[in-house]
C-alpha cells in the first residue's frame, strides 16, 4: 500500500520516515498526478500560508478536495489540521475548508512556542501519548459528525470526521507510531 505525504514545505520527511517504518510505502506528493497513485494523504506540518498558496500555485488545492470527497483518508498534523479547517481564527489564508471545525492558529500562547505533553486517547489503550507541539494551533469548535479523540490543557487536539483525521501536534519527531498506525488503518479501510 502508497500513502503519499505533500511535500511542498515543512515536516514531510520525517512523515516518510514514520509511514516506512510502519511498513508503508511513503510517496511524496507534488503535482496533482502524483495523487492518484496514492490510498491515503498525510499534510504536514509547516507554515500554514505557505503550504496553502503553494497547493494553489502547484494545482493542488481542488484535486486534493475532490479525492477526500471521494473518500481517499488524509491526515493532517499541524499547519495541516489548519489547511483542512473550514474556519481559521481571524484568518482568510487559502484552505481546503474541508473539515467542520474552527481552529486558532499559534493558540498556545508565546510560553509555549513548543512543549511536550501527554494525553490520553481513549482509542490506543491506557499507555499514554507524548506529543510535541510547535506554535501549535487548537481545535475551538468541532461540528456534530466530528469525533474528538484526545485533549490537552482542556483544548481539543486530536480529531476525527470520517476519512480525515488531525492531530494538532508532531507525532512524526517522535518514536511513537500508534497514530500513524491508525491512519494506516483508516486508509486501508477507506
Ligand atoms: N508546527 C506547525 O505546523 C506550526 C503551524 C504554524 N504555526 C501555522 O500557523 O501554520
Redesign the pocket.
Known amino acids: 500500500m502508497k500513502i503519499g505525504v505533500l511535500a511542498l514545505q ?2 514531510f520527511r520525517e512523515h516518510c520516515r514514520m509511514l516506512e517504518g510502519c511498513g508503508v510505502t511513503a510517496a511524496e506528493i507534488r503535482k496533482p498526478e502524483e495523487l492518484d497513485e496514492v490510498k491515503g494523504l498525510i499534510i ?8 496553502g498558496k503553494l497547493m494553489i500555485e502547484w494545482g493542488l488545492m481542488d484535486k486534493i478536495k475532490v479525492r477526500v470527497e471521494q473518500k481517499m483518508a488524509v491526515y493532517g ?4 489540521m ?1 489547511l483542512l479547517a473550514k474556519e481559521i481564527k481571524d484568518s482568510s489564508q487559502p484552505r481546503l475548508g474541508i473539515m467542520d471545525i474552527v481552529v486558532r ?2 493558540a498556545f500562547g508565546r510560553q509555549r512556542e513548543s512543549f511536550e505533553a501527554d494525553m490520553t486517547v481513549p482509542e490506543f489503550g491506557p499507555e499514554s501519548l507524548k506529543a510535541v ?5 487548537y481545535i475551538e469548535e468541532a461540528g456534530q459528525d466530528v469525533k474528538v479523540m484526545a485533549k490537552v490543557h482542556n483544548k481539543i487536539v486530536i480529531a476525527r470526521q470520517n476519512n480525515i483525521l488531525v492531530t494538532a501536534f ?1 507525532p512524526e519527531l517522535t518514536k511513537d507510531d500508534r497514530i500513524h498506525q491508525y491512519f494506516i488503518s483508516m486508509v486501508k479501510n477507506a
Open positions: 515543512g515536516a504536514p506540518g509547516g507554515e500554514s500560508t505557505t503550504i498534523t499541524c499547519a495541516g489548519i492558529r499559534n507541539f510547535i506554535r501549535a494551533p508532531h
